[in-house]
């Protein structure tokens, strides 16, 4: 009956306790969970799992290499993280066994499970941790994901066998939320020790399947952890998982990969696209799990720092031009519930403000001529001063799916009848961040994963506006507002989650208000598989599946 | 006139003939290899971005302004461009092909994985085509008016046919409807037909054309009517003389088809999830993996030199005439 797997339990009170001290209690949202209702039948031991990405083969099966989301896919198998998600969205210890922190916020006591080996046999303590750490803060490592995570920590000490103390350069309130991320998980410091090509090719972990073999652009191949014992026991079964073994494929063509379940070749695949998520409904033999990623919602940036876009009543009027309602009903079959919050549904702490995102033509056309913008050429778009009202936007074909792609088309109609000239370039990924480094764009659509609602200072504040050495900025609607900055600094340290909570909220409603952004819907992650395969739904903090009470029936 | 009784000074200038015709070939395939290799180091640097992230792991990597020039120093990209091209082309003359920017693996190790599925693929799709496209041509000929009509526009159908939307129409029918053939490319050789027959089928169309015509025009021929006056039968004619003439274009054509097989696999090789130089000559454009996008190139453009100097030596077989000349 239970088709979610809960990872921590009511027993497990202590270790619930001190979440709901951590994070605000009573928000959790739904969250993963199978379309069908109860799968009946006992649990088989035995047999090969085919899973099929339509992701990029990652380059480095480690994490904390690089650190992007077809790396947590497929580590989840074989990973563990210090904290993660239960089943309603709680943040609970999971290799970690409880922490506290400093009056003053900037000393973090971690203290680690016992009793917990990787599967090279090296046991789990304070000082594997610490290597951990030391290895995603090395810059030989050359992680990015995990590194920012982790960049607070000043120092660490192993106090004893079981204790580790951070200490930080400033509080953060959002550290075991990131604890909770793949990019961040647990491996054995043995294993560490080796070249980065063999850490590449086969990290060791704690979880319940480990890398065997990697065949590149053919599959990865992870087999059972005999001796797996789960850090938090859950409302699933005790020992190691039902499946013998899981084949990790790499099928980019969305119609091949739904081809090869549909014929039985896979049962699980990702990425799967609204057109056979529709398709798949009307089946009986494929099943379909939603499971929104956290962090940002997919939303669209309304570049801010340079014209039409410095002028906040034409952004406005551009949120009021556009139809997005009726274009996602019509290209995703009800596969994407809108937003109208700048974070993912899974977050708990969102905040939505539906009200100011109407589609509404005449408030568009009323603010645009008071704006200045009341002449219209004669293609119909509306001029000032001799200048088109244009509005450039790259789209990365990498990032955004077909759909997303006739999408912002659709926009680009509707935006065309009050008057704006919606410019869509479609680029690669170098090109398209190309063009962001230039600031040759108005408008913009970038996704952020990222555990907890710390993604809004990511995306908000003004000191990522700054580029990398690498050019990249991650606040692409460039707001650069004082009271804002302000707000997210305060909520990034603060230790009370109830005022947490309140400046988190507050930030979102200045972002919402100040028109910076249209949200979309939430960062899409579906999965089709087969009914043969039960027991789906269980993920982790960032929504990536594990498969430890998954079997297939026969 | 025997030719075994080919004396000294006869030897002599075919001799010669042949050394000029190696060394001519020989230069040339030099030649385009330096030119793919020059474009390729031009080209690639034209797209935006820094080849450095590359290496940190790709465009929008957040790599620390240390770790991005530590890369720069140990790639040479702290060079300047001259310099930079000049020794990546003595490292490739030398036969260093560097390392993947992506895979962090020598570019050698790499091919070397890559390029026998791909062989696989290429030989069998073009032994398929030669098959149905000779199939084709003697059945048509041998069926009238009729026969070489359907023929003709099979072959334009087939030949006018994009990769991708066949391998979609064949996955669909034998592999959704029917149920006969695995929609991706499995370690059982039934994984290999639908990919092999996706690339043959075009061209099988473009050589079949040729090749019919080339053949009815032989079939009129003086040699073809001396044949049928020595009481020769007619399938006896087809087969023995015709067919000779008929694959003469064929075999010319092979180098360039050879060519377009391999970038038919690109496509062929993504849609099937098949391993090969392809679909990774495709992820390392995107990666802006130079080096790996640089040995594919090259060793395609190898193959492809190579392909048509042997088609060039199966013509002359084939056709004394081409020696005489």
Known sequence: MNYVRPKATRLFSAAAAVAAALVLAGCAPASPAPESGSEAGTPVTGGTLVYASGDAEPTCLDPHVGGNYPQALVASQYLETLYTKDASGQLIPWLA??????????????????????????????????????HLLDPET????????????????????????????????????????????????????????????????????????????????????????????????????????????????????????????????????????????????????????????????????????????????????????????????????????????????????????????????????????????????????????????????????????????????????????????????????????????????????????????????????????????????????????????????????????????????????????????????????????????????????????????? | MSTSTISRQRLAPILGRTARWVLGKLGGGIFVLWAVATAIFFGIRMIPGDPAEAIMGGPGSQASAEALAAARAEYGLDQPLYVQYFSQLWRLATGDMGTSYSLKTPVAEVLGELIPPTLVLAVLALVVAWALALVLAVLSTRSGAVGTAIASGLEIVSAAVPHFWLASVLIMLFATALGWLPPVSTSTPAGLVLPVITLALPLAGFLGQVMRDTMARAQRSAFALSARARGESEIGVLLRHSLRHAALPGIALSGWAFGSLLSGAVVVESIFARPGLGRSLLSAVTARDIPLVTGVALISAAAYVVIMALSDIAERLADPRIQAS
């Open chain 1, 97 to 134: 066994e409880d922490s506290t922190v400093s009056e003053d916020g900037l000393l973090r006591t971690l203290k680690i499970r016992e009793g917990i080996s990787f599967t090279d046999g090296t046991a789990l303590d304070a000082a594997a941790v610490k290597a951990n750490f030391e």
């Open chain 1, 142 to 554: 050359a992680s990015s994901t995990g590194f920012l995570a982790l960049g607070k920590i000043a120092s660490m000490k192993v106090v004893n066998t079981t204790t580790l103390e951070l200490t930080l350069s400033t509080p953060d309130s959002s550290l075991l939320e990131s604890f909770s991320m793949p990019w961040v998980a647990i491996e054995s410091p043995t294993a560490l020790k080796r070249s980065q090509e063999d850490n590449c090719a086969a990290p060791v972990g704690t979880g319940p399947f480990k890398v065997e073999s990697w065949k590149k652009q053919d599959a990865v191949n992870l087999v059972r952890n005999a001796d797996y014992v789960q850090p938090v026991a859950t409302e699933g079964h005790d020992g190691a998982a039902y499946l013998d073994a899981i084949t990790w494929r790499f099928i980019p063509e969305a119609a091949t990969r739904y081809a090869a379940l549909q014929s039985g070749e896979v049962q699980i695949i990702d990425n799967a696209q609204p057109d056979t998520i529709a398709a798949a409904a009307k089946t009986q033999t494929i099943k379909h799990l939603d499971a929104p990623r956290p962090g940002a919602s997919n939303r669209i940036e309304l570049n801010s720092s340079k014209a039409p876009f410095n002028d906040a009543s034409v952004r406005e009027a551009f949120i009021h031009a556009v139809n997005v309602d009726a274009s996602i009903d019509s290209l995703f079959f009800g596969t994407a519930p809108r937003s109208y919050s700048p974070l993912s549904s899974a977050e708990p702490l969102a905040y939505s403000a539906e009200s100011l995102f109407a589609y509404d033509p005449a408030k568009a056309s009323e603010l645009l001529d008071a704006a200045g913008w009341s002449e219209r050429d004669a293609e119909g778009y509306r001029v000032k001063d001799g200048t088109r009202l244009t509005l450039t936007f790259p789209v990365s074909t990498s990032q955004s799916i077909p759909a997303e792609q006739s999408l912002f088309e659709q926009l680009q109609a509707t935006a065309k009848e009050s008057g704006f000239d919606v410019k869509i370039k479609l680029l690669d990924l170098s090109s398209w961040y190309g063009e962001l480094f230039k600031n040759d764009y108005n408008l913009v659509s970038a996704p952020y994963t990222k555990v907890g609602p710390s993604v809004l200072s990511v995306l908000f504040h003004s000191d990522s506006t700054i580029p990398a050495p690498s050019g990249y900025f991650a606040n692409l609607s460039q707001v650069k507002d004082p009271s804002l900055d302000a707000l997210l600094d305060t909520a990034g340290s603060t230790k009370d989650e109830a005022e947490r909570k309140d400046l988190y909220s507050q930030a979102q409603k200045k972002v919402l208000e100040g028109y910076y952004l249209l949200p979309l819907y939430d960062q899409q992650n579906h999965f089709l598989y087969s009914e043969k395969l039960r027991n789906v739904g269980a993920t982790t903090a960032v929504a990536t599946p594990t498969f430890f009470d998954s079997w297939l029936a026969n």
